[in-house]
């Protein structure tokens, strides 16, 4: 849950480097949410009102996680944009997402394991 709180303390840090394990511990909590929030509408009969409020609430957080993972990797951020390509682009997202850490520093500043 640390992991998760960090992000959405970091909202708008697009700047620096992000852990493998920090975005997918949020990765992991915001589906764990999702999926919550998707039972409790069920429930109550409303069809998407909480779920597209959480989607809109964790976009940027998500987005900025994303961004600092891939300057992690030693990629700009831009690469995100990959993901706007059907199917192949989210692939290439997900395989440049679980890539290892830049073992040293990168232009995009020091590597997040050893400090």
Partial sequence: MN???????????FEGRARRQEYWM???????IAIIL?????????????????????????LAVAVRRLHDTGKSGFWVLI????VAG???LLIFMCLDSDLYENKYGPNPKFN
């Fill in 3 to 13: 992991w998760y709180i960090k992000v959405l303390k970091n909202y708008v840090e």
């Fill in 26 to 32: 949020f990765g992991l909590v915001s589906f764990i």
């Fill in 38 to 62: 998707g039972i409790f509408e069920g429930v109550l009969g409303i069809s998407g009102v909480l779920s597209g409020l959480y989607s809109l609430f964790i976009f940027l957080p998500g």
């Fill in 83 to 86: 993901s706007l390509i059907p």
């Fill in 90 to 92: 989210a692939i290439v």
